[in-house]
């Protein structure tokens, strides 16, 4: 990449440098998850546009590489079981139970205001 950089680079700019190594929809999300690499960014937002300095290009060469989770990413929430244990289960079970008995051993309620109407004439 003897080349020498523009000093700003549009996304398709990068994304014709990276013609045939990512897409755009690929880039985009890769560029939300990794807006720095090593500690530096990636790549920067002006007005809404993503932007990619000269000396910023090569880290997002490098983080693209590096497609690992390992670099400076987000940890995000780690579950040991997606399946409830046995208790639980029984637990849940039962509250259901429990509430649809109170439904119906509830008394009816009145479905009128308070207010009567007689249905008689004249009144």
Known sequence: MGEKLPELMTLPDVLERLRGIVGRTYLLKHLREYPEFNG???????GGKVVV???????LLESLECRSKSSNAKEGKRYTSVVPSAEKAFMNAQTLLT???QKLSAPK???NSGRRVSMASGQ
């Open 40 to 46: 530096r960014p990636t790549h920067r937002k002006i």
């Open 53 to 59: 300095r000269a000396e910023d290009y090569p880290r």
């Open 99 to 101: 509430r649809n008995l």
């Open 109 to 111: 309620e009145k479905r």
